[in-house]
């Protein structure tokens, strides 16, 4: 089966989404998709998305949660910070049903798309 290519309509002018996702494990976080952006874990629950070069004006991000049991991150929630546009980083916090910081475990996946543009929509 292939995927047929068409072009995404948006009514973002030059909007450009970068998907990135990573896998959880021990204390730790592995990317699996994302060109041009490392994840690391900087804390519990705490992960940082770091673009080797600008992208532009940041103008959203949303971000989605999936594992193997779906029923171990039931209730769980993902907060951002605000996008630094100077270090090119944005903050990605995960949060459990008590609203406790949540380390992702192995067989659990964040994605994130963060949707930049060339132009300041402001």
Request: hydrophobic letters at 40%.
């Amino acid at each position: 089966m292939s995927l047929d290519s068409y072009g995404l309509k948006s009514t973002l002018i030059e909007g450009v989404d970068h998907v990135t996702k990573a896998v959880g494990g021990a204390s730790s976080i592995t990317k699996e998709v994302g060109l041009g952006v490392a994840v690391t874990r900087t804390g519990t629950g705490a992960y940082l998305l770091t673009w080797s070069e600008s992208q532009g004006y940041h103008l959203g991000s949303i971000a989605g949660l999936s594992a193997v049991t779906p029923a171990s991150l039931a209730g769980h929630t993902v907060v951002f910070g605000e996008y630094n546009a100077t270090a090119r980083t944005l903050a990605v916090h995960v949060r459990n049903a008590a609203d406790a910081a949540h380390d992702l475990a192995a067989n659990e996946w964040l994605t994130v798309r963060a949707t930049f543009s060339h132009e300041n929509l402001n």
